[in-house]
């Protein structure tokens, strides 16, 4: 009796609503696959010495047009290490991208040695390493400019100054092992498996493809994406600049573009 009555009670107090129509919607479909994936462009700088004897390089087409240039002064044969005169060249260390993806950086000379009063030079050589970084921080795409500034003082004691620029390609392609796993394997946008590991260039996208190996069982979702390498910090990069197609079914695309610290050793893969 007790029950019934507890019973009668809680069935009393029962409502019910009709939830209301869902509001139409005019947002655009979303575009097919791969194309939500960012493209980075970061070209190289035209540079010139500047009236206060200094470096101006201008950056142009810088693509996506938001973000943060890291900048740093190497080496000049390799584009890495200490610059020669390291001392004598300033430069800001990170510095954010204008709108439009136009930007200027002055690279500040110190000419110690020039004499002015009889005929001398002095000539700097370093190597202008310029990464493009996404939101998180992370290099997405990077290049080198090779810069030779020679300053030279002339018998009328007038100091002219003049400079050769050159774009550093030693960057070389890394291959890609697929070690993903016994149901991943690295494919193309189509899902056309790839053999023989090519060499992945810094900019281009990875595509891994996950099958099931059971019709009955779908691949429902992924929760990570492990790129590790030895030396790097290993990145879950389903946070990054990643797209995933086919949640829920037996085939899953994964597309993704690895961070640029993971092309900066060529003696070991991915």
């Not at 190289?44 to 206060?52: D, R």
């Not at 997405?140 to 810069?147: L, P, R, S």
């Not at 774009?167 to 149901?183: L, M, N, S």
């Amino acid at each position: 009796m007790i029950h019934a009555l507890l019973l009668q009670s809680a069935t009393a107090q029962i409502t019910t609503t009709t939830p209301p129509s869902p509001s139409p919607t005019n947002a655009p479909p979303p575009l097919p696959f791969g194309q939500n994936i960012k493209t980075y462009t970061l070209l190289a700088p035209v540079c010139s010495t500047t009236a206060e004897d200094n470096v101006k390089c201008d950056f142009t087409g810088i693509a996506p047009a938001t973000g943060t240039l890291a900048l740093s002064i190497t080496g000049y044969t390799e584009c890495t290490g200490a610059a020669t005169r390291s001392a004598d060249i300033s430069l800001p260390v990170a510095t954010a991208i204008a709108a439009g993806g136009e930007h200027s950086v002055t690279i500040e000379l110190t000419t110690a040695t020039l004499d002015l009063t009889a005929e001398s030079s002095e000539a700097f050589e370093f190597c202008l390493l310029t990464s493009l970084q996404d939101d998180s921080g992370k290099e997405v795409i990077y290049q080198g400019q090779k810069i030779t500034a020679t300053f030279t003082v002339d018998l009328d004691f007038e100091v002219t100054g003049g400079i050769a620029s050159e774009q550093y390609d030693g960057f070389e392609e890394k291959a890609v092992d697929k070690t993903y796993g016994v149901t991943a394997f690295q494919c193309d946008i189509d899902r056309t498996a790839i053999t023989g590991s090519p060499a992945l260039a810094i900019g281009t996208t990875l595509f891994i493809c996950l099958d099931s190996t059971d019709a009955n069982t779908v691949i429902q979702t992924v929760e990570t994406l492990v790129v590790s390498k030895t030396g790097v910090t290993p990145s879950n990069v389903l946070n990054a600049n990643t797209e995933l197609q086919g949640e829920g079914t037996i085939a899953v695309t994964i597309g993704t573009r690895p961070y640029v610290e993971f092309f900066e050793d060529t003696t070991t893969n991915l």
